[in-house]
């Protein structure tokens, strides 16, 4: 039985899962998007979210702190210069875990994760880009002969108000 152990050891020792998630996770900051298998993604998800967390506070602590995770200086310096600027008002969940078709050799599934704030399909862009839609034909005609009339009939209803108002100042 496997009660209270939540650490997935992906099939290899305690240094080398060490290791693999500390170049997955200095890959990710620095590409900012990554193809893995399924669980190797959802553990680099426990492991780089507490990383980017401790990068919001850019003391030197917590950059030593992080660095022992990383052990590479670049990927350091754009996470508190980059990563923690774009997360600064995020309250947890920078990464994303997408799913993709199985691998091909072994049929393993795989998946690509990514920083959410590093992402334009999913971002406001795409938001703006969804309101565009295509119309019925002869939409268009209709909504501009309907356009004109409501702006004339709120300036004819000004006028009467405006009129009123006259008529009660004298």
């Known amino acids: 039985m496997r009660h209270g152990k939540k650490v997935n050891h992906l099939g290899r020792t305690d240094s080398h899962r060490k290791a693999m998630l500390a170049n997955m996770a200095t890959s990710l900051i620095k590409h900012k998007r990554i193809t893995t298998t399924l669980a190797k993604a959802k553990a680099l998800r426990t492991y780089v979210e507490p990383l980017i967390t401790k990068s919001k506070n850019d003391t030197t602590h917590s950059r030593r702190t992080v660095f022992a995770y990383l052990k590479d200086k670049d990927a350091v310096s754009i996470l508190f210069r980059e990563v923690s600027e774009k997360v600064a008002n ?3 969940g920078y990464t994303r875990i ?3 078709e199985n691998r091909l050799g072994d049929n393993a599934e795989m998946a690509f994760i990514e920083l959410v704030d590093y ?4 971002g406001k862009k ?4 969804e309101k565009k839609a295509t119309r019925r034909r002869g939409g268009s005609k209709k909504a501009a002969a309907a ?3 409501e702006t004339e009939a709120p300036a004819e209803v000004k006028a ?3 009129g009123e108002e006259k008529v009660d100042g004298e």
């Open 90 to 92: 995020r309250p947890g």
């Open 98 to 100: 997408i799913k993709m």
């Open 119 to 122: 992402n334009e399909i999913y």
């Open 126 to 129: 795409a938001a703006a880009a």
């Open 147 to 149: 356009a004109p009339a």
């Open 160 to 162: 009467e108000v405006e």
